[in-house]
């Protein structure tokens, strides 16, 4: 599924980069983000996070033995605060996506892991921004924007998770922040088969600076 979504359907194809883009992978998994970014732009720079830690120890050594160079990897969350939180995963299942800060997404016995703010990893122009974090978007983009180091991203690629259990829709205050920071954006969502039908939805936000 991640190599259809990735390589085939490029849901993060990048536009208007030179041949150096700087780029922030936010939920690595096992890297195939990373190395579809390094497929199509082979000297770009990339910072990848992966809070788990058997999937952590993939993407290491995905990194490792497809020697891709100018990679760096984080075993972190991306939150609001530098804390501990609780992650949930299911050891037996590296690199499920479903893995998440919510219990509703998987409802197995929580880890606790270290979370980081993504802005202390933003020492310079980005050009381009992969947030997948498993609905832990909104405390990322957040506080992106409160430390104002959202200035410096050209393009995100957001994989959005809308209507988790148990939570209220909340897609509006995020797109305000968004444009609040200059950001122009194009939403893509699937509601087959039934469109109308309230229920989780994996929403795709393309954002880029005006």
Same mark, same amino acid.
């Given at each position: 599924m991640l190599y259809r979504e990735i390589f085939v359907r490029q849901n993060y194809r990048l536009k208007d980069v030179g041949p150096e883009p700087? %780029? !922030?992978d936010c939920g690595?998994? !096992?890297g195939m983000a990373t190395l579809f970014f390094k497929f199509v732009r082979p000297g770009c &720079? %990339?910072?990848c996070f992966e809070p788990d830690p058997k999937t952590f120890n993939l !993407? #290491?050594?995905n990194i490792l033995k497809n020697r891709l160079d100018q990679v760096e990897p984080f075993n972190v969350a991306l939150w609001n605060e530098n804390t501990t939180i609780d992650f949930?995963?299911?050891p037996e299942d590296p690199g499920s996506l479903l893995m998440s800060t919510r219990p509703t997404r998987m409802r197995t016995p929580a880890i606790p892991v270290a979370a980081r703010r993504l802005s202390e990893f933003v020492e310079g122009k980005v050009d381009f921004l992969k947030l997948d974090v498993e609905g832990?978007? #909104?405390q990322v983009l957040e506080e992106l924007a409160a430390s104002r180091k959202i200035r410096l991203i050209k393009q995100m690629g957001i994989e959005?998770? &809308?209507r988790i259990p148990g939570? &209220?829709?909340a897609l509006s205050g995020f797109l305000k922040i968004l444009e609040e920071n200059g950001f122009e954006y194009q939403i893509v969502a699937s509601g087959f088969p039934e469109p109308s039908a309230l229920r989780f939805q994996d929403i795709m936000i393309y954002a880029h600076r005006v």
């Open positions: 700087v %780029i !922030l690595a998994n !096992l &720079r %990339i910072k !993407l #290491q050594e949930f995963t299911d832990a978007e #909104q959005y998770h &809308r939570e &209220r829709s």
